[in-house]
């Protein structure tokens, strides 16, 4: 009788355990579909306001070969936001080989990225009901390839083609824009700088431009080659590229065929731990983030930034610090997608210096981080 008693209490409490369990189980599943697995709907028919969109691309492809999409969201004002997401970079053929150590080889989990940062319909969020062309990155060619890597593996370096398609597609849900802005972060800021003038000529009825590259910046003395050989950008694009700094170079160009038509800004924080690891492997063939590293990274921004300023005399420049390691005193990487309503220490946010631009107010804050000491 004992021993039957034992077993229905043990039977009970493993049943318990097994409920607890499945609990656990889906809902981790139901917050993995809220965040890094969520999905949009397919467009199809006409957009809802406000609603979220998957676009398929007939012909586009990640880098892996999978398919591409593009993320839409239709708002209720005559304004536009281009954003490029970022991922890594492939800049020679072993970093293509590397595929995930260096770059996102597929779209996976990037649509919740969309409804963050700037595309939050927070009510303090100024850019909440301007409509959102997203350009997802799976292709590690900065959104600026052609071309296909044949090697060990296939690699499609075909970003161009699909920013181009999607945009093309779009165009009719988006109508005639007034107001443009085109911005991305970390590798999508790279693209902003690469693609700005290319979007500017696919919307001509923008008569208030802006430009916002946030969190981009990586020496390289190959990326002219890089661009030719092994994206195969659209010449228009690589014919900029002459110097070691792809951004400076593309924005300088921008402004000279452009000059005050365009507003054109960037962000950075002061010793951004992304960024530095990948310029260690460029220099060193190994990532790394040390407080050296952190060194380095803050003098080539300095001098990045006033290069910017020589070149561009009414650019608009904010750096800032966050999550900073107590240590190192290296900084957390992008913010347009996450916390940039945050003040951070300023009078206004990265995300309302970015709508004060648009409104012509275009201002500087943060550069005494660039000669902070330790």
């Known amino acids: 009788m004992g021993n039957t008693k034992k077993k229905r209490i043990l039977i009970r409490v493993l049943i318990i355990v097994i409920i607890a369990i499945a609990l656990i189980v889906l809902g981790i599943v139901l917050f993995l579909k809220l965040t890094v697995l969520k999905t949009y709907p397919k467009l199809e028919g006409e957009p809802e306001i406000g609603k979220w969109y998957d676009v398929p691309v007939e012909g586009a492809l990640s880098s892996d070969g999978s398919e591409w999409h593009g ?43 969309a409804q963050g940062g700037i595309g939050s319909r927070a009510d303090d969020n100024p850019f909440k009901d301007w409509s959102f062309i997203v350009i997802p990155y799976a ?9 296909i890597y044949e090697g060990e593996k296939t690699v499609y370096h075909t970003g161009y083609n699909n920013y181009s398609a999607f945009v093309e597609q779009i165009k009719p849900y988006v109508g005639e824009p007034d107001t443009l802005l085109v911005t991305g972060f970390s590798a999508g800021g790279f693209a902003t700088s690469l693609l700005a003038d290319d979007v500017i000529d696919r919307f ?83 990532m790394d983030k040390t407080k050296e590293l952190g060194d380095n990274f803050q003098q080539d921004l300095k001098e990045m930034v006033f290069a910017l ?66």
Not at 139 to 147: E, K, Q, Y
Not at 252 to 266: C, H, M, N, P, Q
């Open 139 to 147: 292709t590690g060619d900065f959104h600026a390839g052609t071309g």
């Open 204 to 286: 001509p009825s923008a008569g208030n431009v802006t430009v916002c590259v946030d969190s981009s910046l990586l020496l390289y003395d190959g990326w002219h080659e890089t661009a030719v050989d092994l994206w195969k950008s659209p010449s228009e694009i690589s014919d900029r590229l002459t110097t070691n700094n792809i951004v400076l170079d593309s924005l300088t160009a921008l402004y000279e065929k452009r000059g005050d038509s365009v507003k054109i800004l960037f962000d950075c924080s002061y010793r951004d731990d992304t960024l530095m690891q990948y310029q260690s492997y460029i220099d060193t063939g190994k």
């Open 309 to 374: 300023k020589a070149n561009i005399p009414n650019v608009g420049i904010y750096i800032w610090s966050y999550k900073e390691d107590a240590d190192t005193h290296n900084t957390q990487h992008t913010i347009i997608s996450s916390n940039v309503f945050d003040r951070l220490g300023n009078d206004r946010s990265v995300g309302e210096w970015m709508f004060d631009a648009v409104n012509g107010d275009v201002r500087t804050y943060g550069l005494e981080l660039l000669d902070k000491e330790f």
């Open 71 to 113: 993320i839409f969201r239709k708002g209720k004002e005559n304004k536009l936001v281009v954003y490029f997401f970022g991922g890594g970079v492939s800049i020679t053929p072993e970093t293509s080989e590397g595929g995930t150590k260096f770059f996102a080889t597929t779209t996976l989990a990037q649509d919740f990225v």
